[in-house]
């Protein structure tokens, strides 16, 4: 034991050291727990016992928390390994093309694959494709489309060159405007973690690998 404040000798003539009543007893080891308990009970008057009970609660209580300490430290090293894990296999995406939710798309080989879901029912929907001049590359009109289903939108145009194009969606439902969500390709660059995240990497930001819809394709 460490850090001891003196010592007292025993009627066995055995040097006992003292310790400070603040002192840690979780730092103990179970030879030097055994020993302040027996000198506990060597010096009790026995006509006037003390309850040594308390301490021994304290000093199992301590361990506890010891040990949940030491837990802690463990599972914060697993997590921190299970990160490091999933960084590597998350690798796997990079120069994979998957769907996330986003309006910039990437063409390869002329096509693209775009997805949409709408708020409300719309009597009409338009969608455009622009690239980075602001010019229309692609466009398509739908009529009579529900609340809540997933529309996909397969674009197949030789004309259109390699790179990202920006996604619009006029929706409506009489005169009324319906909100959209779309969902956009993008071709994975990199990965990285990003606080508790790991995200993919494309050119226009960075994508929360649990909210990819789908990889390849």
């Known amino acids: 034991m460490d850090n001891a404040i003196g010592t007292i000798t025993s009627i066995t003539g055995e040097q006992i050291a003292v310790y400070d009543a603040n002192y840690d007893n979780s730092q103990m ?26 301490f021994i609660d304290d000093t199992l209580s301590l361990r506890q928390l010891e040990t949940m300490d030491n837990f802690e430290e463990a599972v914060a090293t697993l997590t921190s390994g299970s990160s490091a894990t999933l960084l590597l296999q998350a690798s796997s995406l990079i120069d994979q093309k998957v769907l996330y939710e986003g309006n910039m798309t990437y063409f390869q080989n002329g096509s693209s694959k775009i997805e949409f879901t709408l708020a409300d029912s719309a009597d009409t929907v338009e969608l455009y494709v622009y ?42 439902n009489g005169s009324e405007n319906v909100e959209s969500v779309v969902y956009s390709t993008a071709l994975v660059s990199g990965i990285e973690r990003y606080g508790d995240q790991i995200v993919a990497l494309y050119d226009y930001g960075s994508i929360d690998i649990d909210t990819i819809k789908q990889i390849g394709g």
């Open 29 to 54: 080891s179970q030879e030097d727990f055994l020993k302040v308990l027996l000198a506990n009970f060597q010096y009790q008057d026995p006509f006037e016992a003390e309850d040594i009970s308390q």
């Open 131 to 172: 690239d980075a001049e602001g010019n229309v590359v692609e466009s398509e009109t739908f009529t009579g489309l529900s609340a809540g289903t997933l529309y996909p939108f397969e674009i197949e145009n030789g004309s259109i060159a390699d790179g990202y194009y920006s996604v619009s969606i006029v929706a409506k």
